[in-house]
């Protein structure tokens, strides 16, 4: 197997070491991306918060085992952290509501993001109806920023799979999603 170049393999050896200036690196660094990943999946900022925590604290636990140029740090956090909120998806699933918790909305006044507001709940309401595998091909390329050929190795899929799964996302959410884009046009992830 080649050896993967890991931008973050010194960071993680001084995490490893007990430095507490690099473990704050790494939280400053990753938590984030974590944070924004889990709530894209799970579409709940407590539940996103409590995985994006365990996630660092995983990293945390590995760094001193961590073994350089078998896969970059990054792809395997963004696997712990999709692996943690597809158990709380599963546990859902076994809890059944009907009853949706009231959630105060931190955004800007009433008058000036109403508007936003309303679409990003549609997009967010749209994207949650994806088909799980489809919802976590857009998420990790399109609100990760990740490559293709990163994102499949991820999911642990081909290329070709991953933009398969990437078309037919997005090919749902543009239907979706057609009656909020002026004449019918949305842009979804990138396309």
Not at 122 to 132: H, N
């Amino acid at each position: 197997m080649a050896k993967t170049a890991d931008p973050d393999e010194d960071l993680v050896k001084r995490v490893g070491a007990g430095d507490p200036a690099a473990v704050q690196a790494m939280v400053a660094r990753k938590l984030p991306r974590m944070l924004s990943l889990a709530q894209r999946m799970l579409g709940d900022a407590a539940e996103a918060e409590d995985v994006a925590q365990e996630a660092m604290l995983r990293a945390w636990k590995q760094a001193p085992r961590w073994t350089p140029g078998q896969a970059r740090f990054d792809t395997w956090l963004h696997r712990v952290a999709l692996n943690l909120c597809y158990d709380r998806l599963r546990r859902r699933r076994e809890i059944a509501t009907d009853v949706m918790p009231d959630q105060i909305d931190d955004g800007p006044t009433p008058d000036r993001g109403l508007l936003a507001a309303e679409t990003g709940a549609q997009v967010e309401a749209a994207l949650s109806r994806l088909p799980p595998r489809q919802r976590e091909a857009i998420v990790l390329c399109h609100y990760q920023e990740l490559g293709n050929i990163e994102a499949a190795a991820l999911m642990e899929i081909s290329v070709e799979a991953l933009e398969s799964l990437l078309s037919r996302g997005r090919r749902a959410l543009r239907t979706a999603l057609a009656d909020i884009a002026p004449q019918g046009v949305v842009k979804v992830a990138g396309r």
